[in-house]
């Protein structure tokens, strides 16, 4: 019988950034709520903004990290928990050690983390593998947000961690995105949501739509939400290339799940990928993607039927593709939403990390 658990997330609580992973901890907490468990939330920080007044958050701002809020919590409190779940973290890291030993509690780590093109180098290729062999017996589950996730993991820490690897989705609130109904079959509007940071390859999109004509360029246009490091370079870029027009940086936006919507395709030109809440959020609104093959995205984009697949960093790809959309000679036709309900929902997801805990 499952009583209490704590669930570790390196996951800064931000208002102005609600997003996919937000309603899924909140989705969660009902879920353990109806079911009779108890959570304890360690979070970088506290928030109290929408349903987070409803989870017992542990946080502490004088302490450097989760791990050791946590650490330093359970040695002041003891409390019993029957699984510690953590999101965001390191995987393999002597933390594990010290929480198993210590709470003797199921530990099942989440890996949300995206591998660079190319792969890590070689020192640290070793150092995980070393990781991997003095770390991961005391990690009982090791879940990834997709398959991609699943064989990186495998590749990090060794082919040893097999029998303990699963798959959960991630997925999306179909109920909350609005649909998406007259796609524009020429002068498309388009859409980035992420992060603005180097390994978003949002500059080899500027550098694409530089190459395009100047009548296509009068009339484009592409709004890019999120923040990050990378802003101020990204708006010297599109200034430098004459682009003002073109491109808008709208900042954080807590409403992107109706905002999808206004728009016929999104593009996110990624080298760095786990498994994306942005993709799947556009898709559920009816809205394609024109993203890269990294990290899990043509576990959800297939290319020429719900958007379109080009390799990362390759800019002249990318501009032949906007350029076909803009003309109206390519385009996407079928509703992207249904693949969606079908198997990437909030739902399906949070009953799957449920069923980890049983």
Same mark, same amino acid.
């Not at 359970?74 to 779940?85: E, G, L, M, Q, S």
């Not at 991609?148 to 990090?156: A, I, L, P, R, S």
């Not at 990624?270 to 024109?290: D, G, K, Q």
């Given at each position: 019988?499952?009583?209490k658990i704590?669930? /570790?997330c390196?996951?800064?609580? /931000?208002?102005?950034r609600i ?10 907490? &009902?879920?353990?709520n109806e079911?009779g ?5 360690f979070?970088?920080n506290?928030s109290n903004? &929408?349903?987070?007044v409803n989870?017992?958050?542990i946080a502490d701002d ?14 002041d409190?003891r ?9 965001f973290?390191?995987l393999?890291?002597p933390?594990?050690?010290?929480a ?16 660079? /093109? ?11 593998k ?5 770390y991961s017996?005391?990690i009982?589950?090791?879940i990834g947000?997709?398959?991609y996730? @699943?064989?990186?993991m ?12 699963d798959t959960?989705y991630n997925?999306?609130i ?5 649909t998406?109904?007259?796609r ?5 509007r ?6 603005l940071?180097?390994s978003k390859?949002?500059q080899d999109?500027i ?7 100047? &009548?296509i360029?009068?009339?484009l246009?592409?709004?890019i939400?999120?923040d990050?490091p990378?802003?101020e370079?990204l708006?010297?870029m599109v200034?430098?290339n ?11 936006s807590?409403?992107?799940?109706t905002?999808?919507?206004?728009y ?8 760095m990928?786990?498994?994306s809440?942005?993709?799947?959020e ?10 890269t093959?990294?990290?899990?995205? &043509?576990?959800? @984009?297939?290319?020429?039927?719900n958007?379109y697949?080009f390799?990362?960093?390759d ?9 076909r ?10 509703n992207?939403?249904?693949q969606?309900e079908?198997?990437f929902t909030?739902?399906h997801?949070v ?8």
């Amino acid at each position: 019988m499952i009583n209490k658990i704590a669930i /570790l997330c390196d996951y800064k609580l /931000l208002p102005e950034r609600i997003g996919g992973m937000d309603h899924f901890f909140w989705a969660l907490q &009902e879920k353990c709520n109806e079911e009779g468990v108890t959570i304890d939330w360690f979070f970088p920080n506290e928030s109290n903004h &929408e349903e987070y007044v409803n989870l017992n958050i542990i946080a502490d701002d004088n302490i450097a990290s989760v791990e050791q809020t946590f650490l330093t919590y359970f040695k002041d409190n003891r409390p019993k928990y029957d699984a510690v779940i953590t999101h965001f973290l390191e995987l393999c890291t002597p933390f594990f050690q010290e929480a198993k030993i210590k709470t003797k509690a199921k530990i099942i780590a989440v890996d949300h983390n995206p591998r660079p /093109l190319g792969g890590y180098p070689r020192i640290k290729r070793v150092m995980k593998k070393l990781k991997g062999h003095l770390y991961s017996k005391f990690i009982d589950v090791f879940i990834g947000v997709s398959h991609y996730t @699943v064989f990186e993991m495998q590749k990090d820490f060794g082919r040893h961690i097999k029998h303990k690897c699963d798959t959960i989705y991630n997925g999306v609130i179909i109920d909350h995105i609005v649909t998406q109904n007259e796609r524009r079959t020429t002068k498309p509007r388009f859409l980035v949501a992420s992060h603005l940071r180097a390994s978003k390859g949002i500059q080899d999109l500027i550098t694409a739509v530089s190459l395009l004509s100047t &009548e296509i360029v009068r009339d484009l246009t592409i709004d890019i939400y999120g923040d990050g490091p990378y802003k101020e370079v990204l708006q010297k870029m599109v200034t430098e290339n004459g682009l003002d027009n073109v491109f808008h940086f709208m900042g954080n936006s807590p409403t992107l799940h109706t905002t999808y919507a206004a728009y016929d395709y999104m593009i996110q030109p990624t080298y760095m990928e786990c498994f994306s809440l942005s993709i799947l959020e556009s898709l559920a609104a009816n809205v394609p993607v024109i993203t890269t093959p990294v990290g899990g995205n &043509e576990e959800a @984009v297939t290319g020429g039927e719900n958007g379109y697949i080009f390799a990362a960093k390759d800019i002249v790809a990318l501009k032949r593709i906007l350029e076909r959309l803009f003309e109206g000679t390519q385009g996407i036709t079928m509703n992207t939403r249904i693949q969606i309900e079908n198997k990437f929902t909030i739902s399906h997801m949070v009953n799957d990390h449920f069923n980890l805990i049983q």
